[in-house]
């Protein structure tokens, strides 16, 4: 395949070209896909895709639809009405499927225990149909009001209607009685369900396949609306179809809609430049450049410290210690090291930006009333929020729902926000929790929009310290606060007592299952002994049917690694208009739009013999099941355990990517800000020194690396796509000196964002894709691939500017968006299934990358890799905020992890060293040092060592100290205070927080970093994988303290060389001291040299020390008995090995008093 690929034909083509490439790979494809709806009754209803007449013998499919083609005298209801009954089954049904097994669609009258009222909810309380036989839901309206079209009440569903209107002559089942309206439009707009329409573009054809409905945007656009500023733009067309008005630079809508066309026809002479000054264009970010007095000393500072490090090395390499040139030798090379690591770490901090943005202009340009768009509806494009869990034993379920809790009340429009679960250990645990705080959002989401409550996470907001009646205006607040308190109470209740629940119930069922068994035992053996029956425990649902996922006792198909893939619409999308609710109730929501976002659960599929890549696979079956449901052009993803804190926190993210030159952006980090951390922040949890400083450093380059939560990404980024006009921005090296002939491109402009690269990025060869080659990158989806060109358009900022490239026409997005069916959830099943990445690129090049424990650094490295840029949003008010280990064994384990991963990336393609020339110097630089700096633990242990070393032998680094030495010395200091003073200028740290960053650099340096360096070895050389795990723990005093884990002592490995060089240093000193005193001849600044440099360490180290002692000084005797020994044994084993001068016994000729 060419290196340089694109996507050159049709949208349509697409999917045409897919599908024959799908059926050249029949081998390759699972069996046929059969939905079969369970009702509670136990009845099947069938939604078979294939072959309708392989079931038809089956007993459990002996009900099926057959959907006949429209005929006069078969005429079917209005299309949207029956989308939205469709969309109403399948918000309400539990779709599983996968490999070599059906999908299908269970019907679950209760998701939860508790009643659901919320007409969005899967399960929401509803009237069943009154014909006998029949228990479906009866349709209903937004609210969750039943649609009843007789003045009877009689209570019928969509399909018995349809039965009784076609075939029982449009009589009443209930009263006998002829209906007065069989037409449900008008059913539903008598019951206030009309709605003004606003296409903004032409609406798409009735006819053909629901992708081709899906991508009737693009195709009606892309002559004109898609090649905004190109010199074949068709202006004519985009007039027409927009309405638009050219003036000079912007693009304007007339108020009395005058197209302003001249006696030619061309448009684009009727505003003057009067016009043009009323409403300038504004942008939506800005860069904050560091002050000048700030900036230009701290880099001054950086080149004198680089000239004074160079002339310091180049005298102690001159001025050996010919009396220890051991001693001289070994801090030599590790001095040389950390002058190359510094300079890894400083060379990217040369350039630091802050930004700011305006969420004002974001309103105006995007949410407010035009004449094309009278209402003011949201042109904003989706957004997916990804939530990924795998254990609720680890992850609380409590802590996963205020989570999705808080992005459920985020300020985003309701109908561009979807929100996706991902468990990846498949719990029914989990799956209630999720159900039970999509209930109870029904209260809370409303009491955020109506009372502007931040955070809008209600664990953190009722456990606010500070007064929650402040700056509010409204009367009804303190007994509305008061009201959802209880609630959240009753809800953390339910929420602690479902494992509890869980247990009862399956238990429960079990023993009905046992009993049935042994009655039907005794029935069939009347005569014979009858033996225990033994029936498999399984896990139970609320609708008394048996968990697809993992069971509490696990069993073949139902354990954490082999289960079906699992999806459930929890929340159904919400209505295109706002929805208010009633005074009626404890809560007066009259104005509050009660709308909820599409909340999904989605449980991957998983089989023994497959690897599935942990959280890098469970996100990237995420990115494929959402491109089938929603597809928005932007992902957020957020851990479990990090949540909004700041409601408009996505807005602000979002005006990155809309603003000019946003397409090429490939995600938007924010920082990772942290709660219930010690006040001391003994640990460095914070951590403010890296996302304060450096991710703001690498801002002013392309862009700060991902950290794996909290990030805003381009979704065609995540495709493995190139950025748009990515060969302008392309620096070749040898382009000064070799010309080179650039061969016309065959590409049209609308698909130069959809350009796929080579693995190295470095090609300009432009080749058209093939595009039966698109299923082995993509898979065989092709609902997949067709939604790719969708959600790169939608991504594009507005062409509301000369200067903005690749835009889209203002209005594009706000149409409705399509309505859920059957057929799109169950390719959603398909796609998450363990085969589905079989023979692709997801993970390689498309998606989370694979093969790394920190599979988020290698991900944004791939994209800068291709010429993506990524930006550094710090906003006012953090954006989110989460939970980190404050425990000291934990916070090791967690730098064990990060580094680990580094030292695979450094033994990996993906090195710094391999970079494509798109990526920038000092980016390049930044992604070195991300592999390299674990290697530093194997210097700073030796040079620790050091001090003690010199006091035990009586010599130093240097042969005296001298007045260079020491004048190197001093100047090497103050630079390096200087620095971090101007660094704590223009970062806004404390220098408490930079003095914590610099001890436990060196903790983890000399423990968890090394042990990364030793596994990643092992694991490349000898191919051995080796763990540090946890052996015994030691619990706190007080329970009750909210810091009560900081003082836990647990055990681990990797406190034995931290604990070693404390023991080393403090007895080097004693007998550093000893040795001069008791001498003939004291050497006071070889001990005080020594001294200095030990008191240095064990300065670095205090924190460690302290960690170790618990609250009063209870630490386990193993830490004790493992020190005491390494270190006398060190002691000893040097001081017989090099005993003082005129002593040949161990000791030398000096005691101790």
Request: with cysteine; glycine share 8%.
């Amino acid at each position: 395949m060419a290196s340089n690929s694109h996507f050159t034909n049709s949208r349509s083509n697409l999917s045409t070209n897919s599908d024959a490439a799908e059926a050249a790979r029949n081998h390759q494809q699972p069996p046929g896909v059969t939905f079969a709806r369970r009702t509670s009754s136990g009845r099947y209803v069938n939604y078979s895709r294939d072959d309708l007449d392989s079931e038809l013998g089956s007993v459990d499919f002996t009900n099926y639809t057959v959907h006949i083609p429209p005929t006069p005298d078969n005429q079917p209801m209005d299309p949207s009405i029956s989308q939205k009954v469709e969309e109403q089954y399948v918000s309400s049904s539990l779709f599983t499927g996968g490999f070599n097994s059906v999908t299908r669609a269970h019907l679950m009258d209760k998701v939860i225990d508790s009643e659901t009222s919320h007409p969005q909810m899967a399960g929401a309380k509803g009237s069943s149909c009154a014909i006998p036989g029949c228990d479906v839901k009866v349709m209903s309206d937004e609210r969750g009001q039943d649609l009843l079209p007789c003045e009877c009440d009689f209570k019928i569903c969509r399909d018995c209607f349809v039965d009784a209107v076609k075939t029982g002559g449009g009589i009443c089942p209930g009263c006998k009685e002829p209906y007065r309206n069989t037409d449900l439009t008008d059913l539903a707009e008598n019951n206030g369900q009309q709605k003004q329409q606003r296409p903004m573009l032409p609406p798409p054809s009735g006819g053909g396949s629901k992708m081709e409905r899906r991508l009737s945007l693009m195709k009606s656009t892309k002559s004109g609306l898609m090649r905004s500023q190109t010199g074949d733009f068709d202006h004519n067309r985009w007039l027409f179809e927009t309405s638009g008005t050219y003036g000079y630079g912007n693009a304007f809508w007339t108020k009395d809609g005058n197209f302003g066309n001249d006696k030619d026809g061309n448009g684009g002479h009727g505003m003057g430049p009067q016009d043009l000054m009323s409403r300038p264009w504004r942008p939506l970010t800005r860069k904050l450049q560091i002050p000048a007095a700030v900036i230009s000393p701290y880099r001054l500072l950086i080149f004198i410290r680089i000239v004074v490090l160079a002339l310091f090395l180049m005298w102690r390499i001159k001025h050996k210690n010919q009396d220890a040139i051991w001693l001289w030798g070994m801090s030599v090379v590790c001095e040389l090291w950390f002058a190359f690591s510094w300079l890894l770490d400083q060379l990217p901090k040369l350039c630091p930006i802050n930004r700011a943005t305006d969420l004002n202009v974001l309103k105006e340009k995007f949410e407010t009333p035009t004449p094309s768009n009278p209402t003011g509806k949201s042109d904003l494009p989706g957004l997916d929020m990804f939530v990924s869990t795998a254990d609720p034993e680890k992850e609380p379920p409590l802590v996963t729902s205020n989570t999705i809790l808080s992005i459920l009340a985020a300020d985003y429009p309701v109908e561009k926000l979807a929100c996706y679960v991902s468990d990846d250990g498949g719990a029914l645990l989990t799956f209630e929790a999720m159900a039970e705080a999509a209930s109870f959002a029904n209260i809370w989401v409303p009491f955020c929009r109506k009372h502007n409550i931040e955070p809008r996470n209600p664990d953190s907001y009722f456990s606010l310290k500070r007064d929650p009646y402040k700056n509010k205006v409204k009367a009804d607040f303190v007994k509305d606060r008061r009201r959802v308190k209880r609630e959240y109470d009753e809800y953390k209740v339910r929420i602690n007592g479902l494992p509890d629940s869980i247990r009862r119930r399956s238990d429960a069922y079990h023993a009905r299952e046992e009993i049935k068994a042994m009655k039907e035992q005794r029935q069939n053996r009347e005569d014979e002994t009858v033996e225990p029956v033994k029936i498999p425990k399984a896990t139970w649902m609320a609708d008394g049917t048996h968990w697809p996922g993992t069971w509490l006792n696990s069993a073949p198909d139902h354990s954490r690694s082999d289960h079906a893939g699992i999806i459930q619409v929890m929340l159904k999308p919400p209505s295109d208009e706002p929805l208010h609710g009633v005074s009626e109730g404890f809560l007066d929501l009259t104005d509050v739009d009660i709308r909820l976002p599409l909340l999904v659960y989605v449980s991957r599929e998983k089989r023994p013999g497959y690897d599935h890549n942990k959280k890098a696979g469970a996100m990237n079956a995420l990115v494929r099941a959402s491109a089938i449901m929603s597809n928005g052009p932007f992902i957020l993803n957020l851990d479990c355990d990090h949540y909004i804190y700041n409601s408009q926190a996505l807005r602000e993210g979002m005006c990155f990517m809309m603003d000019r030159g946003g397409d090429r952006l490939c995600y938007v980090q924010f920082p990772q800000r942290f709660e219930g951390i010690d006040p001391s922040d003994r640990y460095a949890n914070h951590n403010t020194v890296f996302f304060d400083v450096n991710m703001r450093a690498l801002d002013g380059l392309m862009g700060p690396v991902y950290v794996g939560t909290g990030c805003l990404f381009r979704r065609i980024a995540l495709y493995g796509f190139d950025p748009p006009r990515s060969k302008e921005h392309s620096a070749k090296f040898c382009s000064c000196c070799f010309g080179r002939k650039k061969k016309k491109s065959r590409v049209a402009e609308e698909n130069r964002s959809l350009r796929m690269s080579g693995g190295t990025g470095d090609s300009d060869d432009d080749e058209e894709m093939s595009l039966s080659l698109v299923p082995k990158k993509f898979g065989n989806s092709t609902f997949l691939i067709d939604s790719i060109p969708v959600a790169e358009f939608q991504g594009r900022p507005l062409a509301d500017h000369p200067a903005v490239q690749n835009g889209r026409p203002p209005g594009a997005l706000t149409i409705p968006r399509e309505l859920l069916d059957a057929s799109t959830v169950a390719e959603a099943i398909a796609v998450i299934s363990c085969w589905y990445e079989d023979k692709t690129e997801w993970g390689s090049r498309i998606g989370w990358i694979y093969g790394s424990v920190t599979e988020d650094v290698v991900t944004g490295y791939r994209m800068h890799n291709r010429g993506w840029k990524s930006v550094y949003c710090v906003t006012k008010r953090d954006a989110f905020r989460g939970t980190a280990p404050i425990n000291l064994t934990d916070r090791l384990h967690q730098v064990l992890r990060w580094a680990t991963g580094s030292v695979e990336i450094f033994f990996s393609r993906n090195n710094a060293f391999l970079a494509s020339p798109r990526m920038k110097i000092l980016q390049r630089i930044a992604y070195l040092n991300v592999g390299i700096y674990p290697f530093t633990s194997i210097f700073l242990i030796v040079y620790c060592f050091l001090p003690a070393l010199s006091l035990f032998s009586g010599q130093f680094i240097v042969q005296t100290l001298n007045v260079t030495f020491l004048i190197y010395l001093l100047i090497i200091s103050i630079t390096l205070c200087l620095l971090a003073l101007l660094e704590i200028k223009w970062s806004g740290i404390s220098l408490e927080e930079w003095w914590r960053n610099e001890q436990f650099w060196l903790i983890g340096g000399t423990s968890a970093h090394l042990a990364a360096v030793i596994q990643g070895l092992l694991k490349v050389v000898a191919g051995i994988e080796i763990s540090f795990t946890l052996t015994s723990k030691s619990g706190g005093d007080d329970v009750d303290d909210e810091f009560a884990d900081l003082y836990i002592v647990k055990w681990t490995s990797l406190m034995i060389p931290p604990i070693t060089i404390m023991m080393v240093n403090l007895i080097a000193i004693a007998v550093g001291f000893s040795r001069t005193i008791y001498s003939v001849i004291p050497q006071w600044s070889k001990l005080i040299g020594g001294v200095f440099f030990s008191f240095w360490v064990l300065a670095h180290l205090y924190p460690f020390a302290k960690g170790l002692m618990g609250r009063r000084g209870k630490t386990p005797t193993i830490v004790y008995v493992w020190s005491g020994l390494v270190a006398i044994t060190i002691s000893l084993l040097w001081v017989a090995v090099n005993p003082p001068a005129g002593s040949t016994q161990i000791g030398g000729s000096f005691t101790f008093p």
